[in-house]
């Protein structure tokens, strides 16, 4: 090579750290992927994620043909360097010992190391436009491909090592809603809120939603015409429920519009009543949310009554209490239901004894325990084992509570202290108790 001019063997060792380059940043964008994102380019027909998405299905042959080149370029480097170590300081070892340095410090910087950087940060917009030219590589040096490939097969075989299909791995539903939770800037918060939700909704029964029982809407069937007649006038919902005897003996449900439909002259009874109402749909505590959904698509029906392993009514579920579990509240709730949380002055609230604990955490930012009792009532009662009197205080998972009007065996109201003003109570000897 004495022939070849030294300036020319230079020019010939920057092609090869770049041709080096190519192989080390190729590898690299295509491992680091995004696959889901991949394979939204290929429904939109992208021609690049298509032939990227083809060399992905076989890993093996594909980091052949990379891990080929990049082994043979970077193997010629090293023999062009020593040959111009030769040249220019003869046949030393220890200019030849320099040579081996220099030339392992250039792959590493600029062939290795540089560009495996730069191909993990732009990984699509460089693993896509370098597929047209891995595909045609591949094919060309197949046979060499294969036949390296056919060692590696058989090392594994007598390892028994099986490497995963990374084309058909599936995202758990916690790195599902990993995803989500870090997607801020491409889906809005009200979207991500939402979806976040509908993850949850497989693991929240009916009773966490339900209406409880002491707040719903009924009318006694068997009650006088002119009392039948200014219960349904002043109804508060669409649908109202029909007891007979006890008010937690539901034997059907009415909808509004078909009493309205009645005659005006025709007297509002019991057999009127019983001839429009539909039977009740009662569904066992404990029914997962997201497949109640599913019943009420299939029985094409908007509301249920949840019942214990008793058969005793709980509570009431309509589909749009799923709804506002999903996407928020939309509804102006009934008097009855409690939905208002009174902000004092000090920054406490005062809220009703039958709210619904995830009601609060969701609205209120608290963490109150929801794996047992479902209302602040039954949680205050579960917690002191006995009906406690007004002006009594508590912390129940790290929130200061205090009890402020009971009546009739429950808790009517409650005032919830922050843990910031909770503290700055006790610290100034402010304590309720």
């Not at 937690?248 to 509002?268: H, S, T, Y």
């Not at 995830?358 to 608290?366: A, D, V």
């Not at 205080?393 to 065996?409: E, F, L, P």
Request: charged share 20%; glycine share 6%.
């Amino acid at each position: 090579m004495d022939a070849i001019p030294l300036s020319a063997q230079f020019i010939a060792l920057s092609i090869l750290l770049l041709i080096s380059a190519v192989f080390s940043i190729a590898e690299t964008s295509m491992m680091a992927l995004n696959r889901y994102r991949l394979k939204a380019l290929v429904r939109k027909g992208n021609r690049g994620a298509i032939i990227t998405t083809e060399l992905l299905t076989r890993t093996d042959r594909l980091l052949g043909v990379i891990l080929l080149g990049n082994n043979l370029i970077n193997a010629a480097a090293a023999v062009l360097v020593s040959v111009i170590t030769v040249r220019l300081f003869g046949e030393n070892e220890i200019a030849l010992a320099a040579g081996t340095l220099v030339v392992t410090f250039l792959i590493l910087v600029f062939s290795e190391i540089t560009p495996k950087v730069i191909g993990a940060a732009y990984a699509e917009q460089i693993a896509l436009p370098l597929a047209f030219l891995l595909k045609p590589l591949l094919k060309a040096l197949y046979p060499v491909v294969w036949f390296v490939n056919l060692f590696v097969q058989s090392l594994l075989w007598i390892t028994r090592l099986k490497p995963a299909n990374t084309a058909v791995n599936k995202m758990t539903p916690d790195e599902l809603r990993t995803l989500v939770l870090e997607s801020g800037n491409y889906i809005p918060k009200k979207h991500q809120s939402i979806l976040l939700n509908l993850f949850d909704l497989e693991s929240i029964t009916v009773d966490d939603v339900m209406t409880p029982r002491n707040q719903i809407e009924v009318i006694d069937i068997d009650a006088p015409s002119d009392v039948l007649r200014q219960q349904i006038a002043t109804a508060y919902h669409r649908r109202i429920a029909l007891y007979q005897g006890q008010s937690d003996n539901i034997i059907g449900v009415i909808l509004l519009r078909k009493v309205l439909a009645l005659n005006a002259d025709d007297e509002i009874n019991a057999t009127g009543l019983r001839e429009i109402m539909r039977e009740p749909y009662f569904v066992p505590s404990g029914t997962p949310l997201f497949t109640q959904l599913q019943q009420f698509q299939e029985n094409q029906d908007r509301l249920c009554f949840v019942v214990d392993e008793y058969g005793e009514l709980m509570g009431l579920l309509t589909l749009e209490d799923i709804v506002e579990e999903l996407i928020g509240e939309f509804a102006t709730h009934s008097p009855l239901q409690p939905a208002h949380f009174h902000r004092q002055p000090d920054g406490s609230y005062v809220v009703e004894g039958g709210s619904l604990l995830r009601e609060l955490n969701r609205k209120l930012g608290y963490h109150f325990p929801l794996d047992g009792p479902k209302t602040l009532n039954g949680l205050i009662l579960e917690h002191f084992r006995d009906i406690p009197e007004p002006g009594t205080s508590a912390t129940i998972a790290n929130h200061r509570i205090v009890v402020m009007q009971t009546q009739d065996r429950i808790v009517k109201s409650v005032r919830l202290v922050p843990p910031t003003i909770a503290s700055t109570q006790q610290n100034s000897g402010m304590d309720d108790d």
